[in-house]
């Protein structure tokens, strides 16, 4: 059973400051990796993917994979009230499988 | 920007009761998929669709759950028999290919049974 880990939260920032979200996941052939906002009652909205080793960034956002220790970070620099959602990561695993989710992380940004 | 269009956004139904969601993936999307959320859980795979045949599906897809994609464009999901415990959001999503594409993600239908 594949299974994606994130602490539940809630996470709760001041404004301007950095947030960081964890996920560990348990498929060590996974390949993509994506990091999903889903604001209360509404769809999951992509915002990252990563699939090697490293960082990416894209703006406010940078994403950390780390194979070996099976590990996924999101990194919010800044953040602000809009932030305030919860953060779903997501796998594919080995075989291109579908995505599976973890419960996601509660974040609060607090003006 | 491309969406995935979902219809009904809230359908409630009484326990028994046949429903039928109905999706409308990115046009040049090729594989497509449904997910379901009840409340305060995670989102949870269903199952995925490709060149008009189920790819994979998860055990909660079982035998009062089919898909169907009808014409060239919608991609229904219907439920036979209705049980309280299928009260959930429901997520039709597409993507373009496998692995390294992201799914696009419906508005979701929000189904509860009474």
């Known amino acids: 059973q594949k299974e994606v880990e994130q602490n539940s939260g809630p996470l709760s920032v001041p404004e301007g400051a950095i947030a960081s979200l964890n996920c560990t996941y348990s498929d060590r052939g996974s390949q993509s990796f994506f990091w999903y906002r889903q604001y209360s009652g509404k769809s999951p909205e992509l915002i990252m993917s990563i699939y090697s080793n490293g960082d990416k960034e894209d703006g406010r956002f940078t994403a950390q994979l780390n194979k070996a220790s099976q590990y996924v970070s999101l990194l919010i620099r800044d953040s602000q009230p809009s932030d305030s959602a919860t953060y779903l990561c997501a796998v594919t695993g080995s075989g291109n499988t579908p995505l599976v989710f973890g419960k996601g992380t509660r974040l609060s940004v607090i003006a | 920007e491309p969406e995935v269009t979902q219809t009904p956004s809230h359908q409630v139904t009484q326990m028994g009761q046949e429903v039928i969601l109905r999706c409308v993936p990115i046009s040049n999307h090729l594989y497509f998929y449904w997910y379901r959320q009840i409340l305060g859980q995670k989102v949870e795979f269903l199952v995925s669709?490709?060149?008009?045949?189920?790819?994979?599906k998860s055990e909660i897809f079982d035998d009062q759950f089919s898909v169907e994609r009808p014409d060239g464009s919608n991609f229904t999901l219907k439920i036979r028999s209705t049980k309280l415990e299928d009260s959930a959001m429901y997520f039709c999503?597409?993507?373009?290919?496998?692995?390294?594409?992201?799914?696009?993600f419906g508005s979701g239908t929000r189904l509860t049974v009474v």
């Open positions: 999503a597409s993507s373009e290919g496998l692995g390294s594409y992201g799914y696009t």
């Open positions: 669709f490709y060149n008009n045949e189920i790819s994979e």
